[in-house]
């Protein structure tokens, strides 16, 4: 009877732990804006975050119309608004909670109007696998200029950058160019 009460609580307690969410990644190294960005003539910054899309599974109806759509493969899923997130001040305080696309079929995330400074963001990342992963990275927001952070794939700057230029996740992913202040 002991035994039998030991093996349940050992099940239990597994089954909690794999049920508990993963710590979040954070990275230590602040995305800021592009190097050969324009400032434009704004008090203001801004800051884009190109966070984790929601999957939602497709209307089944829907795919029937589409005559090139591979109907082997499994799940029906498609990419849809980019995931919210969360700004903070740099001592950690909430400032603002993101909800990054007008609706659900939005495919550009929104850019947010910020006083300049250090800010944090708590975001969804998407892995090289397909698989989501909460980060938390620090951002600098100039005047007049756009910060662009990249959380949902495999983004490459169009303008020749070495190693040092940019800010990469711990799957090696790069999230955006270095703050150079």
Same mark, same amino acid.
């Given at each position: 009877?002991? !035994? ?89 305080? %909430?400032?603002? !909670?993101?909800? !990054?696309? $007008? ?31 909460? &980060? ?17 794939? !495999?983004? $490459? ?9 940019? &800010?990469? %996740? ?12």
């Amino acid at each position: 009877m002991k !035994n039998t009460h030991l093996i349940a609580a050992a099940g239990a307690l597994v089954w909690l732990t794999g049920c508990a969410s993963s710590p979040p990644v954070v990275v230590l190294t602040p995305v800021g804006p592009a190097p050969a960005g324009r400032a434009m003539t704004s008090h203001q910054g801004y800051l884009q975050v190109y966070s984790a899309r929601f999957k939602e599974p497709v209307e089944s109806n829907f795919l029937e119309w589409q005559p090139d759509y591979d109907f082997t493969a499994a799940p029906f899923f498609y990419d849809l608004a980019h995931s919210d997130y969360v700004i903070r001040k740099e001592d950690g305080s %909430l400032l603002k !909670n993101v909800r !990054n696309a $007008r609706n659900l079929a939005d495919p550009d995330p929104v850019l947010v109007t910020l006083p300049p400074g250090r800010y944090k963001i708590e975001a969804e990342a998407e892995e090289a696998g397909g698989r989501t992963v909460k &980060v938390e990275l620090p951002v600098l927001v100039e005047h007049g200029k756009t910060t662009v952070v990249h959380l949902s794939g !495999n983004w $490459r700057p169009r303008a020749h950058f070495t190693d040092a230029d940019v &800010v990469r %996740l711990p799957d090696g992913q790069i999230a955006g160019w270095l703050a150079r202040q």
